[in-house]
Protein backbone atom coordinates (compact mmCIF):
# COMPACT_ATOMS: atom_id res chain seq x y z
CA UNK A 1 0.00 0.00 0.00
CA UNK A 2 1.44 3.33 -0.72
CA UNK A 3 1.81 5.74 1.69
CA UNK A 4 0.86 9.60 1.36
CA UNK A 5 3.40 11.80 3.42
CA UNK A 6 2.41 14.61 5.43
CA UNK A 7 4.77 17.20 5.93
CA UNK A 8 4.93 18.30 9.95
CA UNK A 9 4.57 22.30 9.02
CA UNK A 10 3.06 23.61 5.88
CA UNK A 11 4.51 26.90 4.88
CA UNK A 12 2.32 29.98 5.15
CA UNK A 13 1.82 32.99 2.93
CA UNK A 14 1.74 36.66 3.29
CA UNK A 15 -1.51 37.88 3.13
CA UNK A 16 -1.24 41.90 1.96
CA UNK A 17 -3.33 44.13 4.17
CA UNK A 18 -6.63 45.16 2.37
CA UNK A 19 -7.39 48.91 0.91
CA UNK A 20 -10.01 49.20 3.00
CA UNK A 21 -7.55 48.45 5.79
CA UNK A 22 -5.12 51.24 3.94
CA UNK A 23 -8.28 53.95 5.01
CA UNK A 24 -8.95 52.94 8.54
CA UNK A 25 -5.14 53.56 8.92
CA UNK A 26 -5.27 56.80 6.91
CA UNK A 27 -8.09 57.85 9.08
CA UNK A 28 -6.93 57.29 12.73
CA UNK A 29 -3.26 58.58 11.93
CA UNK A 30 -4.23 61.99 9.93
CA UNK A 31 -6.82 62.25 12.52
CA UNK A 32 -4.51 62.05 15.14
CA UNK A 33 -1.91 64.26 12.78
CA UNK A 34 -4.66 67.39 12.99
CA UNK A 35 -4.67 67.19 16.70
CA UNK A 36 -0.82 67.41 17.10
CA UNK A 37 -0.92 70.17 14.69
CA UNK A 38 -3.68 71.76 17.01
CA UNK A 39 -1.97 71.44 19.98
CA UNK A 40 1.36 72.38 18.44
CA UNK A 41 -0.68 75.79 17.58
CA UNK A 42 -2.12 76.72 20.60
CA UNK A 43 1.66 75.93 22.14
CA UNK A 44 3.93 77.70 20.87
CA UNK A 45 2.11 79.08 17.80
CA UNK A 46 3.03 76.73 14.42
CA UNK A 47 0.43 77.14 11.77
CA UNK A 48 -2.98 75.04 11.91
CA UNK A 49 -2.73 73.06 8.37
CA UNK A 50 -5.86 72.60 7.87
CA UNK A 51 -7.42 75.95 7.55
CA UNK A 52 -4.07 77.12 5.65
CA UNK A 53 -4.92 74.61 2.84
CA UNK A 54 -8.89 75.43 3.20
CA UNK A 55 -7.58 79.20 2.76
CA UNK A 56 -5.33 78.42 -0.27
CA UNK A 57 -8.18 76.58 -2.19
CA UNK A 58 -10.89 80.01 -1.18
CA UNK A 59 -7.94 82.45 -3.32
CA UNK A 60 -7.27 80.48 -5.96
CA UNK A 61 -10.47 78.05 -6.95
CA UNK A 62 -12.56 79.76 -9.92
CA UNK A 63 -14.85 82.70 -8.03
CA UNK A 64 -18.07 81.05 -9.81
CA UNK A 65 -17.02 77.57 -7.66
CA UNK A 66 -16.61 79.55 -4.44
CA UNK A 67 -19.56 81.84 -4.55
CA UNK A 68 -21.37 78.86 -5.22
CA UNK A 69 -19.54 76.94 -1.40
CA UNK A 70 -20.60 80.08 -0.19
CA UNK A 71 -23.97 80.56 -1.41
CA UNK A 72 -24.96 76.17 -0.83
CA UNK A 73 -23.33 76.79 2.85
CA UNK A 74 -25.67 79.73 3.38
CA UNK A 75 -28.55 77.68 2.38
CA UNK A 76 -28.40 74.48 4.31
CA UNK A 77 -27.44 77.04 7.40
CA UNK A 78 -30.74 78.87 6.79
CA UNK A 79 -32.66 75.89 6.22
CA UNK A 80 -31.37 74.25 9.56
CA UNK A 81 -32.66 77.70 11.18
CA UNK A 82 -29.11 78.17 13.00
CA UNK A 83 -29.07 81.70 14.23
CA UNK A 84 -26.00 83.78 13.84
CA UNK A 85 -25.20 82.90 10.66
CA UNK A 86 -21.42 84.37 10.50
CA UNK A 87 -21.06 82.24 13.09
CA UNK A 88 -22.56 79.18 11.63
CA UNK A 89 -20.92 79.89 8.99
CA UNK A 90 -17.55 80.48 10.02
CA UNK A 91 -17.69 76.74 12.39
CA UNK A 92 -18.56 75.38 9.21
CA UNK A 93 -15.91 76.76 7.15
CA UNK A 94 -12.96 75.33 9.93
CA UNK A 95 -14.71 71.61 9.68
CA UNK A 96 -14.71 71.69 5.96
CA UNK A 97 -10.97 72.56 6.45
CA UNK A 98 -10.30 69.66 8.78
CA UNK A 99 -12.44 66.95 7.54
CA UNK A 100 -10.67 68.17 4.13
CA UNK A 101 -6.91 67.21 5.48
CA UNK A 102 -8.58 63.72 7.00
CA UNK A 103 -10.27 62.91 3.55
CA UNK A 104 -6.88 63.62 1.52
CA UNK A 105 -4.94 61.65 4.38
CA UNK A 106 -7.20 58.62 3.79
CA UNK A 107 -6.48 59.07 0.16
CA UNK A 108 -3.01 59.40 0.58
CA UNK A 109 -3.24 56.03 2.82
CA UNK A 110 -4.74 54.38 0.53
CA UNK A 111 -3.02 55.02 -2.61
CA UNK A 112 0.22 54.19 -0.02
CA UNK A 113 -1.49 50.12 0.45
CA UNK A 114 -2.11 49.81 -3.19
CA UNK A 115 1.24 50.39 -4.60
CA UNK A 116 2.72 48.71 -0.98
CA UNK A 117 0.64 45.34 -2.46
CA UNK A 118 1.63 45.82 -6.22
CA UNK A 119 5.28 45.97 -5.50
CA UNK A 120 4.98 42.54 -3.62
CA UNK A 121 8.68 43.34 -1.81
CA UNK A 122 9.40 42.16 1.70
CA UNK A 123 12.36 45.27 2.07
CA UNK A 124 11.93 46.90 4.97
CA UNK A 125 13.50 50.22 4.08
CA UNK A 126 11.28 52.84 5.76
CA UNK A 127 11.88 54.72 2.30
CA UNK A 128 8.20 54.67 1.11
CA UNK A 129 7.20 56.39 4.64
CA UNK A 130 9.67 59.48 3.93
CA UNK A 131 8.07 60.05 0.46
CA UNK A 132 4.76 59.54 1.52
CA UNK A 133 5.36 61.97 4.64
CA UNK A 134 7.74 64.20 1.86
CA UNK A 135 4.80 63.99 -1.07
CA UNK A 136 2.43 65.57 1.40
CA UNK A 137 4.26 67.64 3.36
CA UNK A 138 6.27 69.87 1.14
CA UNK A 139 3.42 71.17 -0.85
CA UNK A 140 1.58 72.15 2.44
CA UNK A 141 4.29 73.52 3.74
CA UNK A 142 4.56 76.05 0.64
CA UNK A 143 1.19 76.47 0.71
CA UNK A 144 1.25 77.68 4.58
CA UNK A 145 3.80 79.37 3.91
CA UNK A 146 1.93 82.02 1.14
CA UNK A 147 -1.37 81.89 2.84
CA UNK A 148 -0.92 81.55 6.57
CA UNK A 149 -1.55 84.92 8.65
CA UNK A 150 -2.10 83.61 12.26
CA UNK A 151 1.62 82.01 12.80
CA UNK A 152 3.42 83.21 15.88
CA UNK A 153 6.52 81.09 14.91
CA UNK A 154 9.06 82.33 12.04
CA UNK A 155 8.40 81.08 8.64
CA UNK A 156 11.59 78.63 8.64
CA UNK A 157 10.58 77.27 12.07
CA UNK A 158 7.20 76.72 10.51
CA UNK A 159 7.86 75.20 7.55
CA UNK A 160 10.55 72.45 9.01
CA UNK A 161 7.70 71.95 11.77
CA UNK A 162 5.37 71.11 8.68
CA UNK A 163 7.68 69.29 7.10
CA UNK A 164 8.71 66.91 9.61
CA UNK A 165 5.23 66.05 10.75
CA UNK A 166 4.15 65.05 7.93
CA UNK A 167 7.40 62.83 7.65
CA UNK A 168 6.23 61.59 10.69
CA UNK A 169 2.94 60.73 9.83
CA UNK A 170 4.20 58.82 6.53
CA UNK A 171 6.77 56.59 8.27
CA UNK A 172 3.89 55.65 11.04
CA UNK A 173 1.50 54.65 8.26
CA UNK A 174 4.69 53.07 6.43
CA UNK A 175 5.08 51.16 9.93
CA UNK A 176 1.68 50.20 10.11
CA UNK A 177 1.49 48.67 6.79
CA UNK A 178 4.87 46.33 7.02
CA UNK A 179 3.49 45.22 10.50
CA UNK A 180 0.23 43.99 9.08
CA UNK A 181 1.79 42.82 5.91
CA UNK A 182 3.97 40.74 8.01
CA UNK A 183 1.37 38.44 9.87
CA UNK A 184 0.94 35.35 8.40
CA UNK A 185 -1.87 34.00 7.83
CA UNK A 186 -2.45 30.17 8.60
CA UNK A 187 -3.35 27.57 5.98
CA UNK A 188 -6.58 27.43 4.23
CA UNK A 189 -7.76 24.73 6.37
CA UNK A 190 -7.47 26.75 9.74
CA UNK A 191 -9.27 29.58 8.32
CA UNK A 192 -10.48 30.76 11.92
CA UNK A 193 -6.56 31.29 12.89
CA UNK A 194 -4.33 33.53 14.72
CA UNK A 195 -4.14 35.74 11.56
CA UNK A 196 -7.14 37.28 11.91
CA UNK A 197 -7.10 37.83 15.66
CA UNK A 198 -3.75 38.98 15.42
CA UNK A 199 -4.29 41.80 13.14
CA UNK A 200 -7.02 42.70 14.76
CA UNK A 201 -5.64 42.77 17.95
CA UNK A 202 -2.85 44.58 16.22
CA UNK A 203 -5.24 47.50 14.62
CA UNK A 204 -7.07 47.77 18.03
CA UNK A 205 -3.86 48.61 19.22
CA UNK A 206 -3.38 51.06 16.37
CA UNK A 207 -6.83 52.58 17.07
CA UNK A 208 -5.77 53.00 20.58
CA UNK A 209 -2.84 54.75 20.37
CA UNK A 210 -3.99 57.38 17.69
CA UNK A 211 -6.82 57.85 19.70
CA UNK A 212 -5.02 58.71 22.86
CA UNK A 213 -2.91 60.98 20.95
CA UNK A 214 -6.05 62.85 19.64
CA UNK A 215 -7.47 63.39 23.08
CA UNK A 216 -4.81 64.59 23.95
CA UNK A 217 -3.83 66.99 21.63
CA UNK A 218 -6.71 68.06 20.83
CA UNK A 219 -7.94 68.86 24.62
CA UNK A 220 -4.05 70.21 25.09
CA UNK A 221 -5.03 72.81 22.26
CA UNK A 222 -8.07 73.66 23.74
CA UNK A 223 -7.02 74.40 27.29
CA UNK A 224 -4.15 76.30 25.42
CA UNK A 225 -6.76 78.33 23.20
CA UNK A 226 -8.86 78.94 25.76
CA UNK A 227 -5.79 80.24 28.12
CA UNK A 228 -4.57 82.37 25.55
CA UNK A 229 -7.80 83.81 24.75
CA UNK A 230 -8.18 84.94 28.02
CA UNK A 231 -4.93 86.99 28.30
CA UNK A 232 -5.75 88.60 25.14
CA UNK A 233 -9.26 89.80 26.24
CA UNK A 234 -7.83 90.86 29.55
CA UNK A 235 -4.78 92.33 29.02
CA UNK A 236 -4.82 93.12 25.24
CA UNK A 237 -5.74 96.27 23.69
CA UNK A 238 -7.86 94.32 20.86
CA UNK A 239 -9.93 92.45 23.58
CA UNK A 240 -13.57 92.82 23.96
CA UNK A 241 -13.02 93.76 27.45
CA UNK A 242 -12.08 97.00 26.66
CA UNK A 243 -15.12 97.24 24.85
CA UNK A 244 -17.13 96.18 27.28
CA UNK A 245 -15.40 99.06 29.68
CA UNK A 246 -16.22 101.63 27.16
CA UNK A 247 -19.93 100.25 26.80
CA UNK A 248 -20.45 100.95 30.72
CA UNK A 249 -19.36 104.32 30.54
CA UNK A 250 -20.70 105.12 27.55
CA UNK A 251 -22.48 108.77 27.54
CA UNK A 252 -25.95 108.62 26.26
CA UNK A 253 -26.59 107.85 22.76
CA UNK A 254 -27.35 110.63 20.47
CA UNK A 255 -31.25 109.58 20.28
CA UNK A 256 -31.46 108.74 23.40
CA UNK A 257 -34.57 111.48 23.94
CA UNK A 258 -36.19 110.00 20.65
CA UNK A 259 -40.12 109.86 21.29
CA UNK A 260 -40.68 106.83 19.28
CA UNK A 261 -39.49 103.80 21.75
CA UNK A 262 -38.55 100.27 20.37
CA UNK A 263 -40.70 97.40 20.38
CA UNK A 264 -39.56 94.66 22.92
CA UNK A 265 -37.95 92.31 20.61
CA UNK A 266 -36.50 94.31 17.92
CA UNK A 267 -33.04 93.91 18.04
CA UNK A 268 -30.33 96.21 19.63
CA UNK A 269 -30.07 99.91 18.17
CA UNK A 270 -26.34 99.53 19.16
CA UNK A 271 -24.73 96.27 18.14
CA UNK A 272 -22.62 94.92 21.08
CA UNK A 273 -19.01 94.98 19.84
CA UNK A 274 -19.03 91.09 20.53
CA UNK A 275 -21.67 90.54 18.57
CA UNK A 276 -21.09 92.49 15.07
CA UNK A 277 -21.15 90.32 12.01
CA UNK A 278 -17.73 89.11 10.79
CA UNK A 279 -17.64 87.80 7.40
CA UNK A 280 -13.59 87.67 6.04
CA UNK A 281 -12.09 85.35 3.99
CA UNK A 282 -9.87 83.58 6.41
CA UNK A 283 -9.97 80.58 8.76
CA UNK A 284 -9.40 82.83 11.32
CA UNK A 285 -8.05 86.33 11.57
CA UNK A 286 -4.79 87.92 11.23
CA UNK A 287 -2.73 88.32 13.87
CA UNK A 288 -1.02 91.40 13.65
CA UNK A 289 1.47 93.13 16.73
CA UNK A 290 0.03 96.47 17.15
CA UNK A 291 3.39 97.49 18.65
CA UNK A 292 5.44 97.03 15.73
CA UNK A 293 2.93 97.99 13.08
CA UNK A 294 3.17 100.77 10.61
CA UNK A 295 1.47 101.31 7.22
CA UNK A 296 3.19 102.16 4.15
CA UNK A 297 1.10 104.61 1.96
CA UNK A 298 2.89 104.85 -1.51
CA UNK A 299 2.77 104.47 -5.11
CA UNK A 300 1.96 108.36 -6.95
CA UNK A 301 2.57 110.61 -3.81
CA UNK A 302 5.06 112.94 -3.29
CA UNK A 303 6.05 112.11 0.37
CA UNK A 304 5.54 108.45 1.11
CA UNK A 305 4.41 107.21 4.12
CA UNK A 306 5.31 104.82 6.96
CA UNK A 307 2.62 105.75 9.91
CA UNK A 308 2.43 103.67 12.92
CA UNK A 309 -0.80 103.06 14.70
CA UNK A 310 -0.07 105.38 17.12
CA UNK A 311 0.79 108.28 14.97
CA UNK A 312 -2.55 107.63 13.15
CA UNK A 313 -4.34 107.70 16.40
CA UNK A 314 -2.84 110.96 17.32
CA UNK A 315 -1.52 113.19 14.68
CA UNK A 316 -4.44 113.63 13.39
CA UNK A 317 -7.98 114.82 14.05
CA UNK A 318 -9.90 111.75 14.70
CA UNK A 319 -14.04 111.65 13.21
CA UNK A 320 -16.53 109.33 15.06
CA UNK A 321 -19.59 108.22 12.89
CA UNK A 322 -22.55 105.85 14.00
CA UNK A 323 -22.72 103.34 11.01
CA UNK A 324 -24.77 100.27 9.69
CA UNK A 325 -22.93 97.97 8.24
CA UNK A 326 -24.40 94.80 5.64
CA UNK A 327 -22.88 91.85 4.21
CA UNK A 328 -24.04 92.09 0.51
CA UNK A 329 -24.49 87.95 1.16
CA UNK A 330 -27.24 89.17 3.54
CA UNK A 331 -30.51 87.94 2.56
CA UNK A 332 -33.83 89.82 3.22
CA UNK A 333 -34.23 90.10 7.16
CA UNK A 334 -30.78 88.17 8.23
CA UNK A 335 -28.06 88.74 10.72
CA UNK A 336 -25.37 90.25 8.56
CA UNK A 337 -25.69 93.68 9.60
CA UNK A 338 -25.10 95.54 11.89
CA UNK A 339 -24.51 98.89 13.77
CA UNK A 340 -21.47 100.30 15.89
CA UNK A 341 -19.38 103.75 17.11
CA UNK A 342 -16.48 103.75 14.37
CA UNK A 343 -13.94 106.38 15.31
CA UNK A 344 -10.90 106.51 13.39
CA UNK A 345 -9.02 109.48 10.71
CA UNK A 346 -10.67 110.79 7.59
CA UNK A 347 -8.56 109.12 4.37
CA UNK A 348 -8.23 112.05 2.67
CA UNK A 349 -6.13 114.14 5.42
CA UNK A 350 -3.16 111.02 5.23
CA UNK A 351 -3.34 111.44 1.50
CA UNK A 352 -3.16 115.22 1.42
CA UNK A 353 -0.02 114.54 3.46
CA UNK A 354 1.45 112.21 1.53
CA UNK A 355 0.37 114.59 -2.07
CA UNK A 356 -1.49 112.70 -4.82
CA UNK A 357 0.67 113.53 -7.89
CA UNK A 358 -1.16 114.29 -11.29
CA UNK A 359 -1.97 111.07 -12.44
CA UNK A 360 -3.12 109.68 -9.08
CA UNK A 361 -6.81 108.33 -9.79
CA UNK A 362 -6.79 105.78 -7.61
CA UNK A 363 -5.83 103.64 -3.99
CA UNK A 364 -5.20 100.35 -4.20
CA UNK A 365 -5.54 98.86 -0.48
CA UNK A 366 -4.09 95.72 0.79
CA UNK A 367 -4.86 93.15 3.86
CA UNK A 368 -3.02 90.63 5.64
CA UNK A 369 -5.28 88.05 4.89
CA UNK A 370 -4.80 88.87 1.15
CA UNK A 371 -7.76 90.75 0.46
CA UNK A 372 -7.70 93.45 -1.94
CA UNK A 373 -9.83 96.36 -2.38
CA UNK A 374 -9.42 99.31 -4.99
CA UNK A 375 -10.96 103.00 -3.88
CA UNK A 376 -11.64 106.22 -6.44
CA UNK A 377 -9.83 108.59 -5.35
CA UNK A 378 -12.06 111.29 -6.06
CA UNK A 379 -14.74 109.82 -3.88
CA UNK A 380 -12.20 109.96 -1.40
CA UNK A 381 -11.12 113.55 -1.72
CA UNK A 382 -14.84 114.43 -1.58
CA UNK A 383 -16.10 112.84 1.34
CA UNK A 384 -14.24 112.95 4.96
CA UNK A 385 -16.34 110.21 6.15
CA UNK A 386 -14.08 107.69 4.20
CA UNK A 387 -11.92 107.26 7.67
CA UNK A 388 -9.44 104.50 8.30
CA UNK A 389 -11.00 103.47 11.62
CA UNK A 390 -9.03 102.49 14.39
CA UNK A 391 -12.06 101.78 17.34
CA UNK A 392 -15.39 100.53 17.85
CA UNK A 393 -17.43 101.89 20.83
CA UNK A 394 -14.40 103.77 21.91
CA UNK A 395 -12.07 100.70 22.63
CA UNK A 396 -9.37 99.38 19.89
CA UNK A 397 -10.64 97.57 16.94
CA UNK A 398 -11.43 94.01 17.99
CA UNK A 399 -8.62 91.61 16.11
CA UNK A 400 -11.65 89.17 14.52
CA UNK A 401 -13.06 92.46 13.37
CA UNK A 402 -9.60 94.09 11.24
CA UNK A 403 -7.36 94.80 14.10
CA UNK A 404 -5.34 97.31 13.95
CA UNK A 405 -7.08 99.39 10.69
CA UNK A 406 -9.96 98.82 8.29
CA UNK A 407 -11.73 101.80 6.22
CA UNK A 408 -15.45 102.65 6.52
CA UNK A 409 -16.69 104.02 2.94
CA UNK A 410 -20.58 105.19 3.01
CA UNK A 411 -23.20 103.54 0.92
CA UNK A 412 -21.17 100.21 0.17
CA UNK A 413 -21.71 96.99 1.16
CA UNK A 414 -18.68 95.17 3.35
CA UNK A 415 -17.34 93.61 0.56
CA UNK A 416 -15.61 96.76 -0.15
CA UNK A 417 -14.00 97.79 2.65
CA UNK A 418 -11.08 95.79 3.54
CA UNK A 419 -9.89 95.03 7.09
CA UNK A 420 -6.26 94.11 8.49
CA UNK A 421 -5.21 96.56 6.07
CA UNK A 422 -1.71 96.51 5.90
CA UNK A 423 -0.24 98.44 2.75
CA UNK A 424 -1.89 101.40 0.60
CA UNK A 425 -0.99 102.03 -2.37
CA UNK A 426 -1.75 105.47 -4.86
CA UNK A 427 -1.92 104.11 -8.42
CA UNK A 428 -3.78 105.57 -12.01
CA UNK A 429 -5.50 102.72 -13.00
CA UNK A 430 -8.45 100.62 -12.07
CA UNK A 431 -8.10 97.10 -10.96
CA UNK A 432 -10.74 95.02 -9.42
CA UNK A 433 -10.77 93.79 -5.89
CA UNK A 434 -11.05 90.79 -4.80
CA UNK A 435 -15.04 89.84 -4.74
CA UNK A 436 -15.28 91.71 -7.89
CA UNK A 437 -12.35 89.89 -9.47
CA UNK A 438 -15.06 86.75 -8.80
CA UNK A 439 -18.09 88.11 -10.03
CA UNK A 440 -19.43 90.46 -7.60
CA UNK A 441 -21.12 93.71 -8.12
CA UNK A 442 -18.20 96.40 -8.67
CA UNK A 443 -19.76 99.42 -6.95
CA UNK A 444 -21.55 97.09 -4.30
CA UNK A 445 -24.17 99.65 -3.56
CA UNK A 446 -26.28 99.48 -0.21
CA UNK A 447 -29.79 98.67 -1.28
CA UNK A 448 -32.93 100.16 0.91
CA UNK A 449 -34.20 97.28 2.76
CA UNK A 450 -36.86 97.21 5.46
CA UNK A 451 -37.36 94.08 8.19
CA UNK A 452 -40.38 92.92 10.67
CA UNK A 453 -38.10 92.17 13.70
CA UNK A 454 -41.13 90.99 16.31
CA UNK A 455 -44.79 90.95 16.49
CA UNK A 456 -45.06 91.14 20.14
CA UNK A 457 -47.93 89.26 20.48
CA UNK A 458 -47.11 89.76 24.42
CA UNK A 459 -47.30 93.22 24.72
CA UNK A 460 -50.44 93.61 23.46
CA UNK A 461 -52.82 96.84 24.85
CA UNK A 462 -55.94 97.93 24.57
CA UNK A 463 -56.69 101.98 23.66
CA UNK A 464 -59.88 103.04 23.12
CA UNK A 465 -61.97 99.72 23.30
CA UNK A 466 -59.57 98.63 20.67
CA UNK A 467 -56.58 96.07 21.50
CA UNK A 468 -53.20 96.84 19.72
CA UNK A 469 -50.37 94.76 19.29
CA UNK A 470 -47.38 96.62 18.25
CA UNK A 471 -45.09 95.62 14.79
CA UNK A 472 -41.55 96.39 15.29
CA UNK A 473 -38.55 96.25 13.51
CA UNK A 474 -35.44 98.21 11.17
CA UNK A 475 -35.25 99.99 7.69
CA UNK A 476 -31.74 101.05 6.15
CA UNK A 477 -30.36 102.33 2.93
CA UNK A 478 -26.82 102.91 3.19
CA UNK A 479 -25.91 106.75 4.12
CA UNK A 480 -29.38 108.00 2.47
CA UNK A 481 -31.34 107.31 5.95
CA UNK A 482 -34.61 106.16 6.06
CA UNK A 483 -37.75 108.82 5.08
CA UNK A 484 -40.85 106.35 5.13
CA UNK A 485 -41.89 102.93 6.72
CA UNK A 486 -45.09 100.98 5.34
CA UNK A 487 -46.74 98.33 7.60
CA UNK A 488 -49.58 95.80 5.18
CA UNK A 489 -51.71 92.80 7.10
CA UNK A 490 -53.07 90.69 4.60
CA UNK A 491 -53.06 92.47 1.70
CA UNK A 492 -54.57 95.38 2.91
CA UNK A 493 -53.73 98.80 2.75
CA UNK A 494 -50.59 99.83 3.53
CA UNK A 495 -50.09 101.90 6.63
CA UNK A 496 -47.47 103.98 7.87
CA UNK A 497 -45.40 103.21 10.69
CA UNK A 498 -43.99 105.50 13.32
CA UNK A 499 -39.99 106.21 12.73
CA UNK A 500 -37.41 106.66 15.93
CA UNK A 501 -34.29 108.87 15.13
CA UNK A 502 -31.80 107.13 14.03
CA UNK A 503 -28.14 107.11 15.75
CA UNK A 504 -27.05 109.12 12.54
CA UNK A 505 -27.95 109.18 8.37
CA UNK A 506 -25.73 106.31 8.12
CA UNK A 507 -27.62 103.82 10.36
CA UNK A 508 -30.83 101.82 10.34
CA UNK A 509 -33.94 103.48 11.19
CA UNK A 510 -36.25 101.56 14.24
CA UNK A 511 -39.93 101.87 13.44
CA UNK A 512 -42.85 100.78 15.02
CA UNK A 513 -46.49 99.80 14.01
CA UNK A 514 -49.67 99.97 16.17
CA UNK A 515 -51.58 96.88 14.57
CA UNK A 516 -55.61 96.70 15.82
CA UNK A 517 -55.58 93.15 16.77
CA UNK A 518 -57.83 90.25 14.92
CA UNK A 519 -57.68 86.89 15.96
CA UNK A 520 -56.28 83.96 13.15
CA UNK A 521 -53.57 83.61 11.10
CA UNK A 522 -52.12 86.33 9.36
CA UNK A 523 -49.67 88.34 6.59
CA UNK A 524 -47.23 91.01 7.55
CA UNK A 525 -45.17 92.77 5.23
CA UNK A 526 -43.42 95.76 5.03
CA UNK A 527 -41.76 98.39 2.96
CA UNK A 528 -39.94 101.89 3.17
CA UNK A 529 -38.57 104.43 1.13
CA UNK A 530 -34.99 106.25 1.01
CA UNK A 531 -34.13 109.73 2.43
CA UNK A 532 -34.22 110.56 -0.92
CA UNK A 533 -37.90 109.93 -1.84
CA UNK A 534 -36.74 106.10 -3.78
CA UNK A 535 -39.02 103.31 -2.51
CA UNK A 536 -37.35 100.39 -1.80
CA UNK A 537 -37.33 97.48 -4.14
CA UNK A 538 -40.00 95.20 -4.00
CA UNK A 539 -38.95 92.57 -7.17
CA UNK A 540 -37.31 89.51 -5.35
CA UNK A 541 -33.65 89.31 -6.16
CA UNK A 542 -31.37 86.99 -4.96
CA UNK A 543 -28.07 88.23 -3.26
CA UNK A 544 -25.51 87.81 -6.07
CA UNK A 545 -24.33 89.99 -7.01
CA UNK A 546 -25.71 93.20 -6.00
CA UNK A 547 -27.46 92.44 -2.78
CA UNK A 548 -30.92 91.26 -2.15
CA UNK A 549 -34.13 92.93 -2.85
CA UNK A 550 -38.01 92.04 -2.22
CA UNK A 551 -40.85 92.50 0.65
CA UNK A 552 -40.37 90.86 3.67
CA UNK A 553 -43.00 89.14 5.22
CA UNK A 554 -43.85 87.18 8.26
CA UNK A 555 -46.57 84.48 8.57
CA UNK A 556 -48.20 83.68 12.02
CA UNK A 557 -51.15 82.56 13.63
CA UNK A 558 -52.49 85.06 16.74
CA UNK A 559 -54.66 83.55 18.98
CA UNK A 560 -57.39 85.29 20.40
CA UNK A 561 -55.98 84.54 23.93
CA UNK A 562 -53.10 86.27 24.29
CA UNK A 563 -52.19 85.45 28.03
Not at 17 to 35: F, M, Q, S, Y
Not at 392 to 414: K, M, Q, S, T, V
Not at 427 to 440: C, H, K
Request: hydrophobic share 45%.
Amino acid sequence: MDTVHIPDTIETQSKKPELVTGALVGLLLTIALVAIFYAADALVGTPFVPFDMLDWLARNLPGGLITFAIDTMKALITALGVSNLDVAAKTAEQLMGIGGMIVTGVVASVIFFYVMNERDTESHSPQPGYILGLALGVPVAVVSLVVNVTARTDPAVSVIWIVVAFLGWGMAIHAVYRNLADIRAEPAQHRVSAEAIDRRTFLIRVGGAAATITVVGAGLGALLNSSRQSVITTTSVTGSDAADEAARSRAPLPNADAAVQPVPGTRPELTPVAEHYRIDISSRPPVIDGATYTLPVMGLVDKPLELSLDAIRTNYTPVDQYITLACISNSIAGDLISTQKWTGVPLKAILEEAGLQENARYLRIFSADSFDETVDIDLIMQDERIMLTYAWDDAPLPERNGFPLRIYIPNRYGMKQPKWITEMEVVADYEDGYWVRRGWDRDAIMVATSVIDVVAVAEAYEHDGTTYIPIGGIAHAGDRSISKVEVRVDEGDWQEAQLRDPLSDTTWVIWRYEWPFEAGRHTFEVRCVDGAGEPQIETVRGTRPSGATGIHRVNGDIPASRT
